[in-house]
């Protein structure tokens, strides 16, 4: 069955460093993989997504991931984090037939330090 | 193209009291879900349409619970004698189904509790 695993279920960052969150995927297929950021009380936001095609895909509010099929995994990443990226982080996997239907993380809240 | 949109944004209730919801879809897309959340966790699937038909159902969604999308374009989920555990995010989503995947975007979501 598919399934994502997000680790880290908390991380603490300090403004302007580096963000890599990390997740990991199950699936027997090439997967269409999703990052979505939920900000507290709040729909999601589609961050990035991987399709097919360059492994390196960049997004939203300078976000960026890298799809790695060895590895299956599909880590986001920012290079310099700004107080306002505070939110919860989750990775989906698409569902096999086309559905569209998604697989999610547990997730991720980030918190940044001044 | 004001986004999906979903009505009410909180509902408080009592247990064993009949709730619905409504989402919007984006007006183009044929593709509607439903999604529960729970604190600390990821959504988790409920059900979908493509246009009127109610494609797939989750076992997670009991006898209680009623999903319609009528004409096509809004949808409503509606629930039945309510239980405490029922009390989570409700989240709705759409898209255009394509040869391929295509993304899904969410609307602000119900946020529902049961007293």
């Known amino acids: 069955a598919q399934s994502v695993t997000q680790p880290d279920i908390h991380i603490t960052v300090s403004e302007g460093a580096s963000l890599e969150l990390r997740c990991n995927y199950s699936?027997?297929?090439?997967?269409?993989l999703f990052w979505y950021v939920q900000s507290p009380g709040q729909g999601l936001q589609l961050l990035l997504k991987y399709f097919s095609g360059d492994t390196l895909v960049q997004g939203i509010k300078g976000f960026e991931a890298e799809f790695k099929r060895s590895q299956s995994s599909f880590n986001l990443r920012k290079p310099s984090v700004h107080w306002s990226d505070a939110a919860e982080y989750f990775c989906?996997?698409?569902?096999?037939?086309?559905?569209?239907?998604?697989?999610f993380g547990q997730g991720t809240t980030l918190q940044v330090k001044p | 193209d004001t986004g999906v949109s979903q009505d009410p944004r909180h509902k408080i209730t009592k247990r064993g009291q009949n709730v619905t919801f409504r989402c919007d879809p984006i007006?183009?897309?044929?593709?509607l879900y439903w999604y529960r959340q729970t604190l600390g966790q990821g959504p988790e699937f409920l059900t979908y349409?493509?246009?009127?038909?109610?494609?797939?159902k989750s076992r997670l969604l009991s006898d209680r619970f009623s999903a319609e999308r009528p004409k096509g374009s809004f949808s409503t989920l509606e629930i039945q004698r309510t239980e405490q555990g029922d009390s989570a995010m409700y989240l709705c989503?759409?898209?255009?189904?394509?040869?391929?995947?295509?993304?899904?975007?969410f609307g602000q979501g119900t946020r529902l509790t049961v007293v």
């Open positions: 989906a996997v698409g569902h096999s037939g086309n559905t569209g239907k998604l697989i």
């Open positions: 349409f493509q246009n009127e038909a109610q494609l797939e």
């Open positions: 699936y027997g297929a090439t997967p269409y």
């Open positions: 989503a759409s898209s255009i189904s394509t040869k391929g995947s295509t993304e899904a975007f």
């Open positions: 007006s183009e897309h044929n593709r």
